[in-house]
């Protein structure tokens, strides 16, 4: 009972899938962020069935690249894509380290994050469009979204919590499994190049996304807030989708 409210949790705080009303101060709590990959696999069934059903009825690449750009803020609501621009919101400002938490606070947004957003958006719908051909890669497309927020997760609990408070830290009250997640993640990754050997680039990006937002978790801000979770979130799916439409243009060139 404990872990099907922990799931609950996960899917009612990132998700825009309708939960049922659960008990947010029980101990399931503590739960929520190791249930988070499972909200990547709704993410990634979504994607999957909507590539599927470009394939079959032959619909145009640009539709299926549109739709596969916009399911997965449909599917979570865009609450990462908020922390996204409210963090370059916050990088931009130049400011000190206190400046950039208090802009994280504040629940406008301005028109760096706009920008940054609108760029993020323009490349993930070209990287589709490059990759959407033929029938959809449903092992990568599930495999990602997972690894993707067991990675986030990891960055919740491995590094220091940058304000003490906040709903992040409501959610990291127990430790004690945070490897199994890295475990989850090298798994989803890796078992790709197991696949094919090309798609080991999608583990390359995420490699790369992973160390420069801990560099900028640490340096810049001085541990991890929730907007930074969904910000390094965001990245690492971009990257991960990099490497894959690299793998899937070397497997064509082949």
């Given at each position: 009972?404990?872990?099907?409210?922990?799931?609950?949790?996960?899917f009612?705080?990132?998700?825009h899938?309708?939960?049922?009303?659960?008990?947010?101060?029980?101990?399931s709590?503590?739960?929520?962020?190791?249930?988070?990959?499972?909200?990547?696999?709704?993410?990634?069934?979504?994607?999957?069935?909507w590539?599927?059903?470009c394939?079959?009825?032959?619909?145009?690449?640009?539709?299926?690249?549109?739709?596969?750009?916009?399911?997965?803020?449909?599917?979570?609501?865009?609450?990462?894509?908020?922390?996204?621009?409210?963090?370059?919101?916050?990088?931009?400002?130049?400011?000190?380290?206190?400046?950039?938490l208090?802009?994280?606070?504040?629940?406008?947004?301005?028109?760096?994050?706009?920008?940054?957003?609108?760029?993020?958006?323009?490349?993930?719908?070209?990287?589709?469009?490059?990759?959407?051909?033929?029938?959809?890669?449903?092992?990568?497309?599930?495999?990602?979204?997972?690894?993707?927020?067991?990675?986030?997760?990891?960055?919740?609990?491995?590094?220091?919590?940058?304000?003490?408070?906040?709903?992040?830290?409501?959610?990291?009250?127990?430790?004690?499994?945070?490897?199994s997640?890295?475990?989850?993640?090298?798994?989803?990754?890796l078992?790709?190049?197991?696949?094919?050997?090309?798609?080991?680039?999608?583990?390359?990006?995420?490699?790369?996304?992973?160390g420069?937002?801990?560099?900028?978790?640490?340096?810049?801000?001085?541990?991890?807030?929730?907007d930074?979770?969904?910000?390094?979130?965001?990245?690492?799916?971009?990257?991960?989708?990099?490497?894959?439409?690299?793998?899937?243009?070397?497997?064509?060139?082949?």
């Open positions: 009972m404990k872990v099907a409210r922990a799931v609950a949790m996960a009612a705080l990132y998700s899938i309708p939960m049922p009303r659960v008990d947010w101060e029980s101990d709590r503590r739960l929520t962020l190791y249930a988070f990959p499972l909200v990547g696999l709704a993410v990634g069934g979504s994607m999957a069935l590539w599927h059903i394939y079959v009825f032959s619909l145009h690449s640009i539709l299926c690249a549109t739709g596969l750009t916009v399911l997965p803020l449909l599917v979570t609501g865009g609450i990462h894509m908020d922390g996204y621009c409210d963090v370059w919101d916050a990088r931009s400002s130049q400011g000190s380290r206190e400046k950039k208090e802009i994280l606070k504040d629940p406008h947004i301005g028109a760096f994050g706009v920008l940054h957003c609108a760029v993020y958006l323009l490349v993930t719908l070209a990287l589709w469009g490059q990759t959407a051909a033929g029938p959809a890669p449903v092992l990568p497309l599930l495999a990602v979204p997972v690894a993707a927020r067991a990675l986030s997760a990891c960055g919740a609990l491995f590094l220091p919590n940058a304000r003490g408070s906040g709903l992040l830290a409501q959610v990291t009250g127990w430790r004690g499994g945070r490897f997640l890295l475990i989850l993640a090298l798994v989803c990754l078992g790709l190049g197991w696949f094919s050997p090309a798609y080991l680039w999608v583990a390359v990006g995420a490699a790369l996304a992973c420069d937002s801990l560099r900028v978790c640490l340096r810049e801000f001085g541990g991890t807030t929730g930074l979770n969904g910000w390094f979130l965001q990245r690492c799916e971009l990257a991960c989708l990099a490497g894959l439409a690299l793998a899937r243009w070397l497997e064509g060139w082949r």
